[in-house]
């Protein structure tokens, strides 16, 4: 085979695997709040101690500590059966999580099996991104590695958009009863992951192990203690902390504003309806995704540098009027005047243990400009006084007008764009920054606790802000915005921006 | 500009306690048994200052060698 067909089928096969590591990931997240009807039911406090593990630990400990144990095993036995070993687990974990019986069939082994196995994905992610990384730059040539890399950057995102479509699509075509029910739709993800596993490990065991790797194993140069060479020698572990506070911290704040930030705010700030929110996301990942091969190829050129930097400079000047303008232009206050059609629908309950009663009004309002949403109002009848007690009205499943439907597609395409450029270029600055014998341990560490703590952070902060600051709907940005700033001022007054030519050392 | 590294040394050496002391007041503060959001949760807080107090602690060590010119630019061209 000639070195470029040697070379896509490197990129190929590590790509995919990278990119079903992710779905696997990000169905779990996705599907959380059928996951938690099914495993962890309210009202008990074990299965919710169990949840909160099963969402935080995954996160914010276990794939920093899953980047340390694979790292150093890819590091003393080689890239290609450490990343081989991670997506195994990651796959079988994922499979084994569509076939738990419900906590209502098994009790409270239900959510202890399901958190082993949320755990061990955990585990099994923060192992992979390092090794599919560190195996492509290792192959490409000189002046070409932004490039190559780069096809592992789209699979994060990539892995978002065949989540998010796998789900979408299994879900247009049941009820949601169907859906949720016990063994219902919800499990096809989990089950679909298994087909994409086998024929990526299939892939994947035909590939060689990494030259760089192989030559230093036959010289018999092998790291004894990656850890402590890693972290204990302080010209890596230096670069290390210049790696994760100069670049991977804000790298994950924007990378997690842009995808999933921007996902949530949209479904309960904006109050979208599901489909067209997630169609929304879908359409700019779908345009923006060819960007990571363009900055990592830039990168090449200019350097990572200054295009990462660029990328968190650009969130931090433009988030919050992005994201207001996704609030007002979805305000229905401005729809008001222009209501076409409504239909009402009220309800009257009684309140136990009283002799008052809550009635729901639910009104469908049409607008001319095409937009829909639902208004749901529940008041309190007091019959002792004989008033009403106004509830809050609450708008729900808007439905945006084609034109700003597509303003909102290229918003979100811009928050996307930013992901592109601090994450484009991000795999070969960490794979140049460190030696080959201990690569795989380095590279791995900041780059998880960029991503899975920083990054995980971003909605936990965001509720913290807004619970003490509660008039400003946009001030949970101020977290991904302030992070992004610090890595940017780090990063400005710290990092070369020169491209180690020889990833040989 | 290697002065200015190093002198930015100290802010980052700083940081670090400030984070720490963010990190336990805002925990005192937002922790509460009868609370539903995840705010008020104990053990997502202490998760949180598990994982964060050694990244703290390596912001302090990144100024410290910063302090020390470790990253003065003829050191970091690697």
Known sequence: MSEAGVLRKVIGASSLGTMIEWYDFYIFGMLAK?????FFPEGNSTAALLSTL????????VRPFGALFFGRLGDLLGRKSTFLLTLVLMGGSTFLIGLVPGYQTIGIAAPLIVLLLRLLQGLALGGEYGGAATYVAEHAPPGKRGFYTSWIQTTATLGLFLALGVIMVVKMNMSDQRFNAEWGGWRYPFWFSIILVVVSVYIRLKMEESPLFARLKSEGKVAKNPLKESFRKKANFKMVLLALFGAAMGQGVIWYTGQFYAQSFLETKVALNFEQSRSILLWAILLATPFFIVFGWLSDKIGRKWIMLAGMLLGILTYRPIFNTLLTDAGTDQWNTEISNSTVQKESKPLANTSDSLIQTITH?????????????TDTLKVATGTIAEGKPLIKDKVLPRPVYWKFVGLVFLLIFYVTMVYGPIAAFLVELFPVHIRYT?????????????????????????TTFTTDPLVGLWYPIGIAALSFAIGLIYLSNKIDKDVTD | MNTIRKILGVV????G?????????????????HGKKDINNPVIW??????FLPIAIGLMIFGWYALKGEYSRNTTDR
């Open chain 1, 442 to 466: 380095s590279m791995s560490l900041p780059y998880h606790i960029g991503n899975g703590v920083f990054g995980g952070l971003v909605p936990f902060i965001g509720v913290l802000l807004q």
């Open chain 1, 34 to 38: 059928t996951i938690s009807t099914e």
């Open chain 2, 46 to 51: 202490v998760i949180i200052i598990t994982i």
């Open chain 2, 12 to 15: 980052w050496l700083l940081l």
């Open chain 1, 54 to 61: 099963a969402i935080f630990a995954a996160g914010f400990i």
């Open chain 1, 365 to 377: 309002i049409e607008v001319s400009n095409g937009a829909t949403y639902i208004k749901e109002q």
């Open chain 2, 17 to 33: 306690p400030v984070v720490i002391y963010f990190l336990f007041a805002g925990a005192i503060h937002n922790i509460d048994p």
